[in-house]
C-alpha cells in the first residue's frame, strides 16, 4: 500500500505563490509518474501537472508558465510551485502516483492523497 500526504495549501491573495508538498511513502523513483490533480467546487478533477520517472514534465494549459513540478527522490517528495495564482486556481489539489504493475499491456495502479485546500482571493 502506498500512502501520500500533501501539505502546503492554504489562503493567498491573487498575484502571490504557494508550494504544494506530497511526500510518499515509498521513493518517488519507483513509480511510473507522480501528478497534481485539482478539483474546484461543482468542477471534475482535472490534471495540473505530472513528472515522469524519467523526469518529464507535463502541465495543462492553464498553468503552463507558472506552476512548476519537481521531485525530490532523496526525500520521497514531489512538490509543485504555484506562482501568480489566480482566483481560478482556486481548489483542493490531490497528489497523484502511478505504480506500473504492468508493462504490456500497460497497467497501473493509481494512488492518491487526501488533498490540500488552496483558497485564491482577488
Known amino acids: 500500500q502506498v500512502q501520500l500526504v500533501e501539505s502546503g495549501g492554504g489562503l493567498v491573495q491573487a498575484g502571490g505563490s504557494l508550494r504544494l508538498s506530497c511526500v510518499a511513502s515509498?521513493?518517488?523513483?519507483?513509480?511510473?509518474?507522480m501528478g497534481w490533480y485539482r478539483q474546484a467546487p461543482g468542477k471534475e478533477r482535472e490534471l495540473v501537472a505530472t513528472?515522469?520517472?524519467?523526469?518529464?514534465?507535463n502541465y495543462a494549459d492553464s498553468v503552463k508558465g507558472r506552476f512548476a513540478i519537481s521531485r525530490d527522490n532523496t526525500k520521497n517528495t514531489v512538490y509543485l510551485q504555484m506562482n501568480s495564482l489566480k482566483p481560478e486556481d482556486t481548489a483542493d489539489y490531490y497528489c497523484?502516483?502511478?505504480?506500473?504493475?504492468?508493462?504490456?499491456?500497460?497497467?497501473?495502479?493509481?494512488?492518491w492523497g487526501q488533498g490540500t485546500q488552496v483558497t485564491v482571493s482577488s
Open positions: 513528472i515522469s520517472s524519467g523526469g518529464s514534465t
Open positions: 497523484n502516483a502511478k505504480l506500473l504493475i504492468q508493462p504490456i499491456p500497460l497497467r497501473t495502479n493509481d494512488y
Open positions: 515509498r521513493s518517488t523513483g519507483s513509480f511510473l509518474s
